[in-house]
């Protein structure tokens, strides 16, 4: 009888462990951890929360290629005048430009 509830004691005590052991968020709480910012990609694989496919077609879905953001280009013809009055075209552009475009109102336009 001794030996029983023994046995009965271990065993509750093993399915009371298994139970309190942490469970794996499922891959829609992981992608909205990685999306919030409180997980990263590399310790969801490294916690075993996702694969390595899983994160692969994550970084391919949400990716954007470098020559997609550029636009080379893209300024049109236009005409506008320097601070120093001089007349400006598109064609005076060099091939790689920042341009800053000042109100000649403002009294700290000249300052700039």
Not at 15 to 36: N, Y
Not at 51 to 73: F, G, H, I
Not at 90 to 112: N, R
């Amino acid at each position: 009888m001794k030996q029983n509830a023994i046995l009965a004691g271990a065993l509750a005590l093993c399915l009371t462990l298994s139970a309190c052991g942490s469970k794996a968020p499922s891959p829609e709480e992981v992608e909205a951890a990685i999306r919030d910012g409180s997980v990263t990609i590399e310790d969801a694989l490294d916690k075993g929360w996702i694969t390595q496919e899983w994160a692969d077609s994550y970084l391919e879905e949400r990716s954007v290629p470098a020559a997609d953001k550029m636009a080379v280009n893209k300024v049109g013809a236009f005409e506008t005048e320097t601070l120093t009055g001089e007349t400006y075209t598109g064609a005076d552009l060099p091939d790689t430009a920042f341009l800053v475009f000042l109100d000649p109102e403002d009294p700290g336009a000249a300052d700039f």
